[in-house]
């Protein structure tokens, strides 16, 4: 019955995606560094074919831009991980270099999740943001983990909600989702899905969000590093035609 409604809610969140400029293409899947160990990840993402106006006036502009940040984690307890994202960065499609923001970062999860069959987490976010980046200063995420590890299937959703502290009918709901096939302890192909409906008060008209689902090839080298590569297809005019993605983390 658990399975059931799980599978349901994870088919029932791809009718519709959003997409806007991001730093971080990434489904959480609740494992986070072990206790007393420093981790850090680079985020790469490239809009080679992508939307030629900003999400907002003075925005960056998705074509042919880079996106990027280096984030450090550090395993606090078994339970809990602390992270840093800085500096968030663009590179845009005319070669300007752009400081976009800061962030920090508090997991919460339950201990071994890639040992368990169900596990979930709940991660929170803080950003220092610069205008072009975000039309506010001041925002933050609360990101849910939900999944389960059925043999060599993963099943993961994200169901995210953004915030930018202008109220509850400022909420924005951006969830993601992960299906994952694994096909040796180092290799895995999955397919991900990632949206923006909009503010919880009146989701967006469909054409005006996005609906973009990326193919994903996954390394993992357990206590060294891990390679997540990924190219993804928007499918409305409020997507990026194709956005590329390279992650790369480093244990220490």
């Not at 293409?25 to 809009?47: C, K, L, P, S």
């Not at 929170?124 to 043999?151: M, V």
């Not at 909600?161 to 096909?183: C, Q, S």
């Not at 005006?208 to 990326?214: E, H, K, V």
């Amino acid at each position: 019955m658990v399975i059931r409604r799980f599978l349901i809610l994870i088919l029932a969140g791809w009718s519709v995606l959003a997409w806007a400029q991001t730093d971080e293409i990434q489904v959480y899947d609740a494992t986070i560094a072990d206790e007393g160990q420093f981790e850090v990840e680079f985020h790469n993402n490239f809009t080679p074919d992508g939307r030629k106006m900003a999400d907002h006036p003075g925005g960056v502009v998705p074509d042919h831009a880079w996106n990027g940040v280096p984030e450090f984690s550090y395993g606090v307890t078994e339970w809990f991980e602390a992270g840093l994202y800085l500096p968030v960065y663009t590179i845009t499609r005319d070669g300007r270099a752009e400081f976009d923001s800061a962030k920090i970062r508090a997991l919460f999860v339950t201990p071994y999740a890639a040992q368990r069959t169900f596990f979930y987490g709940v991660n929170f976010e803080l950003s220092y943001n610069g205008l072009h980046w975000e039309p506010t200063r001041l925002s933050g995420e609360i990101r849910p983990i939900a999944g389960l590890h059925l043999g060599a299937w993963d099943l993961i959703v994200n169901p995210i909600i953004d915030t930018d502290f202008k109220g509850v009918g400022h909420l924005d709901f951006a969830p993601a989702e992960r299906v994952a096939y694994n096909l040796s302890p180092v290799w895995a192909l999955a397919v991900e899905h990632y949206a923006d409906f909009g503010r919880v008060s009146g989701f967006d008209a469909l054409p005006n969000q996005s609906q973009t689902l990326f193919g994903v090839a996954d390394f993992k080298q357990e206590d060294q590093y891990n390679v997540e590569f990924g190219v993804g297809h928007g499918f409305t005019r409020g997507s990026d035609d194709v956005v590329v993605k390279l992650m790369i983390g480093l244990d220490f």
